[in-house]
T-cell receptor, first 111, second 114 residues
Framework: LAKTTQPISMDSYEGQEVNITCSHN???????ITWYQQFPSQGPRFIIQ???TKVTNEVASLFIPADRKSSTLSLPRVSLSDTAVYYC????????????FGKGTRLSVIA | DAEITQSPRHKITETGRQVTLACHQT?????MFWYRQDLGHGLRLIHY???????NKGEVSDGYSVSRSNTEDLPLTLESAASSQTSVYFC?????????????FGSGTRLTVV
């Protein structure tokens, strides 16, 4: 599985759009990009998954350029409740290999 | 609603004791996983199972064992608890839902070995 690199931490004010970029230079053809969110004292929660171009759901958008060597998670108009750790993972769509989590990006939203 | 539950939520045990952490899911998922999370290490994979009677070792499996006798349960056993196993333990299950393949995690068990 491709190793992913993302910033250790980010700060943002409430109401701003937050973009968290993840680098995955060695991503394989069969890998998908998946983002998870983890609040303190809780297990990670699936946010969004994509293969290329743009994916949007009710929580976030995921942008993946044509070369797929990076991706960007976009959180529109963050609130204090979006303070969490965000994990970027490259994984096989088939699920035949367990997810390997890095240390994630700690997002702090400030009032 | 389907769910994944872990028990107990908190446990304190003594060094050398055998401890079993329970994980039960009603999603009917074949794939189940155990992770531990420590400050500075993120989540690390302990054991996983792709179905009944199937178990596999993860990155940090030493001192842990699992068994899978049915689809719903994957108990994690610490054979002889050590202080280094003080951690928060998360169980997860996974399956494909439409175009998405994702994990659903339990709320975790905080284990303290004294």
């Amino acid at each position: 599985l491709a190793k992913t690199t993302q910033p250790i931490s980010m700060d943002s004010y409430e109401g701003q759009e937050v973009n968290i970029t993840c680098s995955h230079n060695n991503i394989a053809t069969n890998d998908y990009i998946t983002w998870y969110q983890q609040f303190p004292s809780q297990g990670p929660r699936f946010i969004i998954q994509g293969y290329k171009t743009k994916v949007t759901n009710e929580v976030a958008s995921l942008f993946i350029p044509a070369d797929r060597k990076s991706s960007t998670l976009s959180l529109p108009r963050v609130s204090l409740s979006d303070t969490a750790v965000y994990y970027c993972l490259a994984s096989l769509d088939s699920g035949n290999t367990p997810l390997v989590f890095g240390k994630g990006t700690r997002l702090s939203v400030i009032a | 609603d389907a769910e994944i539950t872990q028990s107990p939520r908190h446990k304190i045990t003594e060094t050398g004791r055998q401890v079993t952490l329970a994980c039960h899911q009603t999603w009917n998922h074949n794939n189940m996983f155990w992770y531990r999370q420590d400050l500075g290490h993120g989540l690390r994979l302990i054991h996983y199972s792709y179905g009944v009677q199937d178990t596999n070792k993860g990155e940090v499996s030493d001192g842990y064992s699992v068994s899978r006798s049915n689809t719903e349960d994957l108990p994690l056993t610490l054979e002889s608890a050590a202080s280094s196993q003080t951690s928060v333990y998360f169980c997860a299950s996974s399956a494909r839902q439409g175009d998405i393949y994702g994990y659903t995690f339990g709320s975790g068990t905080r284990l303290t070995v004294v």
